[in-house]
T-cell receptor, first 113, second 118 residues
């Protein structure tokens, strides 16, 4: 069965500093990995995905994520955080042959001015 | 940019009543999904739907739940006899196509319907 772990409930970072939101996964076969962001009273907005190929994936709003097969990780990163990046971030995995996304518990990112 | 829309944004109902949650997927999408998020918990998959059939469902999606695409634009989730534990945020999503060989499409989510069962 697929699973995702987001070990940090909350990440605090100062504006302008780099940020990392951690995600590890467990899945049989090749993983398809996704990051979504949720702002208050909004739905889940797609940020980026890893399917195959280059381990560094670039997405919306300057975010990127690095797939590491040996560590089964897919950490979300941004070189310079903005206050407007403050939101709830979800990592998700989809296994080959399945349609469902399995989500992590989410990490709240707080960027202070 | 096209978006998934959901109505109502908030639904309050009495235990035992039937509710229908409505979604309008992105217009050229072929696959439709429902997820739910109980307050403070993970987002959980309920069901996926393609070509007027359920293509995948979770153990949560029991006989009290049903889905339908009644016309060319709407996609609905019906809960026949609501229970207190059905209180959650329900998200609809759509995608062009799921896994097909090396192509894995993205699921785009609506803003959700908050269901409160009293």
């Amino acid at each position: 069965a697929q699973s995702v772990a987001q070990p940090e409930d909350q990440v605090n970072v100062a504006e302008g500093n780099p940020l990392t939101v951690k995600c590890t996964y467990s899945v049989s076969g090749n993983p398809y990995l996704f990051w979504y962001v949720q702002y208050p009273n909004r739905g889940l907005q797609f940020l980026l995905k890893y399917i195959t190929g280059d381990n560094l994936v670039k997405g919306s709003y300057g975010f990127e994520a690095e797939f590491n097969k040996s560590q089964t990780s897919f950490h979300l990163k941004k070189p310079s955080a903005l206050v407007s990046d403050s939101a709830l971030y979800f990592c998700a995995v989809r296994a080959t042959g399945f349609q469902k996304l399995v989500f992590g518990t989410g990490t709240r990112l707080l960027v202070s001015p | 940019e096209p978006e998934v829309t959901q109505t109502p944004s908030h639904q309050v109902t009495q235990m035992g009543q039937e509710v229908i949650l409505r979604c309008v997927p992105i217009s050229n999408h072929l696959y439709f999904y429902w997820y739910r998020q109980i307050l403070g918990q993970k987002v959980e998959f309920l069901v996926s739907f393609y070509n007027n059939e359920i293509s995948e469902k979770s153990e949560i999606f029991d006989d009290q739940f049903s889905v339908e695409r009644p016309d060319g634009s709407n996609f609905t989730l019906k809960i026949r006899s609501t229970k207190l534990e059905d209180s959650a945020m329900y998200f609809c999503a759509s995608s062009v196509s799921p896994t097909k060989g090396a192509l894995v499409d993205t699921q785009y989510f609506g803003p959700g319907t908050r269901l409160t069962v009293l």
